[in-house]
Each structure stands twice: as structure tokens, then as C-alpha cells.
């Protein structure tokens, strides 16, 4: 059981990037799968989440509408649409699956917003 992160990359100030999660061994649907990131020298930080089931979706307040996170469940993957990215979104992006029993990292995938 474990979730898998990919699609970050390096992107301009104002660009875009949409990161995926993919979860193994456990379905999305039913589990609340969370975003978070490292920033150099920071504390991880809560970014996105979708609640299982229902859908619901939160997001951190420095988002500011910029991102989107969605679930593909055939597909059993999660997203995090990124738009109008900023050089202090910089960071490693770490993606949670929330199960009854723990939750489940991934190794994380880097995120970095320079010209």
C-alpha cells in the first residue's frame, strides 16, 4: 500500500503545472487524500485536500483560488492543478492518502518556480 507522486518540474513565475497522486492498494474514493509541501528551510504545510466519498474539497488560504485538486477515481488518482505559480510556491509536494488505518506518504515530487 502506498501512494505515488509525479509531475512536478520546473516552471516560470505565472505558470502552470498540474502534479498527479496515484494510490496503490487502497481506493480514493472512499479515503481523504491530502496535499502538502516543503519549502527549503520550512516546515511542511497543509496545501489541498479532497475528502473521500463526498468530494469535499480545502485549501491553505495562501492558495488563493490559483489551485485546483480533483480525483479521478477509475484511475484511482488524485490532482492538484496548479495555475499563476509564484517563486515562494517552491517547494517539495508531498501527497497523503488518509486511510482508516494511517496515512500513506510519497516520496514527494519538486516543485520549483523560477525565471
Known amino acids: 500500500v502506498y501512494v505515488e507522486e509525479s509531475g512536478g518540474g520546473l516552471v516560470q513565475p505565472g505558470g502552470s503545472l498540474t502534479l498527479s497522486c496515484t494510490a496503490i492498494?487502497?481506493?480514493?474514493?472512499?479515503?481523504?487524500m491530502n496535499w502538502y509541501r516543503q519549502a527549503p528551510g520550512k516546515e511542511r504545510e497543509f496545501v489541498a485536500g479532497?475528502?473521500?466519498?463526498?468530494?469535499?474539497?480545502y485549501f491553505e488560504d495562501f492558495v488563493e483560488g490559483r489551485f485546483t485538486i480533483s480525483r479521478n477515481d477509475a484511475a484511482n488518482t488524485v490532482y492538484l492543478q496548479m495555475n499563476n505559480l509564484k517563486t515562494q510556491d517552491t517547494a517539495v509536494y508531498y501527497c497523503?492518502?488518509?486511510?482508516?488505518?494511517?496515512?500513506?506518504w510519497g516520496e514527494g515530487t519538486l516543485v520549483t518556480v523560477s525565471s
Open positions: 497523503g492518502g488518509v486511510t482508516s488505518s494511517m496515512t500513506y
Open positions: 492498494g487502497f481506493p480514493v474514493t472512499y479515503n481523504a
Open positions: 479532497i475528502s473521500g466519498a463526498a468530494g469535499t474539497t
